[in-house]
């Protein structure tokens, strides 16, 4: 691990944003100016939470989610720190950004329990999900911000202190006028192999092949990754196969997965 946090011990949940008050994005390209917070990859979509949801959030929020804040300069030794004080000691940190409704998460952080997962999503029904699945399958290690994902990397990971980030299924912006708002453009991956420890991994997964073209080209391009496959990866075995991706399999369609590794410098 890396020590004592620079920043504050993480509180329990934060109160929820007035988002009627938040800035509007601007129309700056976050390829040309990557510590700015521009064209956004994602659209706050509103969502009908369940029951079984709301009363997950109301129950375990405040033990499993961490606010966004800009003071906590290093998010993993706040992190373990805080689980420590719980009694749970973990040997590494993976991110994940964009967890959708939690199963993947879920899956994988129960075949590795040594592993805390620090997850990013931006849908209250998705961080209900997977708190309600933390509770069915006993999970410790498992923290969640509801917040964008490029501003807790940029504000809060401090440089070579994530063992791993998982990025599943990003959306893909089909249309060509889009483009700009997917998340892996150069100025992001370069926040990530930064934010990554030596040897630590960059795990990616899409089922829109032009995007993982584009994928495959941005991390190829990156000084500071390597490619551990010729080309597109199997698919790990801790990665689960989604219903969706079932059913886009039994349709003919393709999925692919990249894993790239931070090298040494």
């Not at 899956?107 to 029904?125: R, W, Y």
């Not at 997917?182 to 192999?193: K, N, S």
Request: glycine residues 8%.
């Amino acid at each position: 691990m890396n020590g004592a946090p620079t920043g504050p011990t993480l509180p329990g949940t934060p109160p929820a944003a007035d988002k009627s008050t938040e800035p509007a994005a601007t129309a700056t390209d976050a390829a040309d100016q990557p510590h700015r917070r521009g064209i956004r990859s994602f659209v706050v979509r509103a969502g009908r939470m369940t029951v079984g949801q709301a009363r997950a959030l109301a129950e375990l929020g405040p033990r499993y989610v961490l606010p966004h804040d800009p003071a906590t300069t290093d998010l993993v030794a706040a992190a373990t720190s805080q689980a420590r004080a719980s009694g749970q000691n973990y040997a590494q940190t993976v991110l994940e950004i964009g967890f959708g409704m939690g199963s993947a998460t879920a899956h994988i952080a129960a075949l590795k329990p040594d592993t805390l997962f620090i997850g990013c999503e931006v849908h209250e029904p998705g961080v209900g999900a997977l708190l309600k699945l933390a509770r069915i399958h006993e999970l410790q290690n498992i923290r969640i911000l509801q917040h964008d994902a490029v501003e807790v990397l940029r504000d809060m990971v401090a440089p070579g202190t994530l063992h791993g980030v998982h990025v599943f299924f990003p959306d893909p912006w089909h249309k060509k006028r889009h483009h700009k708002r997917r998340l892996i453009q150069p100025p992001f991956v370069r926040l990530l192999a930064e934010r990554l420890a030596p040897g630590g991994y960059l795990h990616l997964a899409t089922d829109w092949q032009p995007y993982a073209e584009q994928m495959l080209e941005v991390l190829s391009a990156e000084p500071l990754l390597r490619n551990t496959a010729e080309g597109y990866a199997p698919r790990p075995a801790y990665r689960p196969l989604t219903k969706f991706e079932q059913r886009g399999l039994r349709l003919g369609h393709g999925v692919w997965d990249l894993v790239f590794e931070r090298i040494a410098t």
